[in-house]
C-alpha cells in the first residue's frame, strides 16, 4: 500500500536494494548520507542570504577558478556525512586536489567509492539563480586497505549509482542505478524526498539547445557550424531551435531531459586550460551520461560516448554534449564533420 505520503527516496531505494538479493544494505546506507547532506545543502542554500555563506572564499581551486563560500560549505557538508557511513574506501571532489581519505576514526575500508561536485553552477550563486549537486558511485578494485585514484579512474559504464541535486523554486533529487531514472521532490515539511518523477524518459528530439555562445568566436569550426544548424528553421517543425541556458550545468541538463533538447559545452581555445573544454568527466560528465542514457538519451565528447571514456586523471576535463538521443547523434555527425 503506497503511503498517504506518496513512495519515499528512502523507500525507493530499499526497494532497489531488493533487486539485489545478495545486498547486504551498504549501498543503501551510502545513499542515505547522500540524500542526508543533500538536505542540509538545501537548509542552507534556502537561507544563503540570511546567512554569511554568499560571496567568494578566497581561494582558487585545481582549475584556477576562484573558490565560493558555499562551495567549501557544500564540500564539507557531503565529507562530515559520507565519513560516518562507513561504505567508503574514499572521496574524491571537484573541491579538493587530492583524494579524500576518510579518517582513521571512522570505518575506512567500505566496498565503494564517492566523487562528487558539491556545487555546481557556483557562478550563478550571488544571482540566486538554480545551483546544483552531482555525485558519482563506482565499486572499488582495489581490495586492500584504502581506496586509490585506481578505484577512481574507471569507465563511467561502471558507475553503480549515479545522480544530481537541483536546488530551485523546489530541490529535487534525481538518480539512477541503472534500473530507470527516478526524481524525488524535497517536502521541506516532512523533511523527506516524495517520488515525483517517476521513470524520466528524455525526448528522443528537442527543441532546444544550451551553450555559452559568448564563446562561439573560440570553438571549432564544426560547433559553430552545429549551432548555426540549430538557427535555421527545422523541416520538420517549421521553427529553429531555441536558445535555452541557465549557467548551472544540472539546471540545464534537467530542464532538457523533461523537454528534449542539447546541452553542449565544447572545447575551446579562448584559453589554454579550456582546449578539452571546461567540465569534469569524473565529477559532472560521467554521472549525468549515465542518467541521460538510462533515461533514453545520449551523451559524448564528440568522438565517443562519455560512458566509455577511460579517465586518465581524477581532475580530467571533457567537451560534452549531452541529451536527446538523435540530437546528441546529429552533434556527433557535426563533430566528426560527417553531416
Ligand atoms: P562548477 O560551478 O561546478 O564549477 O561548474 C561548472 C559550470 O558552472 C557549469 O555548471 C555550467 O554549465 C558552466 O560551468 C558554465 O560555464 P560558463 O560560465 O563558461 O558558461
Redesign the pocket.
Known amino acids: 500500500m503506497i503511503s498517504p505520503l506518496g513512495t519515499t527516496l528512502t523507500q525507493h531505494i530499499v526497494g532497489e536494494q531488493r533487486l539485489h538479493p545478495e545486498a547486504k544494505g551498504d549501498f543503501t546506507n551510502l545513499m542515505q548520507g547522500i540524500v542526508t547532506a543533500a538536505k542540509i545543502i538545501s537548509k542552507t542554500v534556502r537561507r544563503a542570504g540570511l546567512v554569511d555563506i554568499m560571496g567568494m572564499a578566497g581561494s582558487q581551486?585545481i582549475?584556477g577558478?576562484d573558490v565560493?563560500k558555499l562551495?567549501l560549505y557544500s564540500d564539507k557538508a557531503i565529507v562530515n556525512v559520507m565519513n560516518y557511513t562507513g561504505q567508503l574506501g574514499a572521496m574524491a571532489s571537484?573541491?579538493n586536489d587530492d583524494l579524500i581519505h576518510i579518517p582513521d576514526e571512522y570505518p575506512h575500508i567500505g566496498k565503494y567509492v564517492l566523487a562528487f561536485?558539491?556545487?555546481?553552477?557556483?557562478?550563478?550563486i550571488c544571482a540566486n539563480a538554480t545551483?546544483?549537486t552531482?555525485f558519482s558511485v563506482h565499486k572499488r578494485i582495489t581490495t586492500e586497505g584504502r581506496a586509490t585514484e585506481e578505484d577512481f579512474l574507471q569507465i563511467g559504464r561502471k558507475q553503480v549509482c549515479a545522480g544530481y541535486v537541483v536546488y530551485g523554486s523546489s530541490t529535487l533529487l534525481v538518480y539512477t542505478t541503472g534500473h530507470g531514472v527516478h526524481g524525488f521532490t524535497l517536502d521541506p515539511s516532512v523533511g523527506e524526498f516524495l517520488l515525483s518523477h517517476p521513470n524520466m524518459r528524455i525526448p528522443t528530439r528537442g527543441t532546444v539547445y544550451?551553450?555559452?555562445e559568448?564563446?562561439f568566436e573560440y570553438w571549432d569550426k564544426k560547433d559553430q557550424e552545429l549551432v548555426r544548424y540549430f538557427k535555421t528553421l527545422d523541416k520538420e517543425t517549421g521553427r529553429p531551435y531555441s536558445l535555452r541556458?541557465?549557467?548551472?550545468?544540472?539546471?540545464?541538463f534537467h530542464r532538457n531531459l523533461l523537454t528534449g533538447g542539447l546541452?553542449m559545452?565544447p572545447a575551446d581555445n579562448k584559453k589554454s586550460s579550456n582546449t578539452r573544454g571546461?567540465?569534469?568527466l569524473l565529477?559532472?560528465a560521467a554521472p549525468l551520461a549515465m542518467i541521460a542514457e538510462q533515461a533514453g538519451g545520449g551523451a559524448t565528447d564528440g568522438r565517443e560516448n562519455i560512458l566509455d571514456i577511460t579517465p586518465e586523471q581524477i581532475h580530467q576535463k571533457v567537451p560534452l554534449y549531452i541529451g536527446s538521443k538523435e540530437d546528441v547523434d546529429l552533434a556527433t555527425r557535426f563533430i566528426s564533420g560527417q553531416n
Not at 541556458?245 to 540545464?252: E, N, R, S
Request: zero cysteines; glycine letters at 10%.
Open positions: 581551486n582549475y577558478e565560493q562551495d571537484e573541491e561536485d558539491p556545487l555546481d553552477g557556483s557562478s550563478n545551483i546544483g552531482i544550451s551553450a555559452n559568448g564563446n541556458y541557465i549557467g548551472t550545468l544540472v539546471a540545464d546541452f559545452y571546461k567540465l569534469r565529477f559532472e
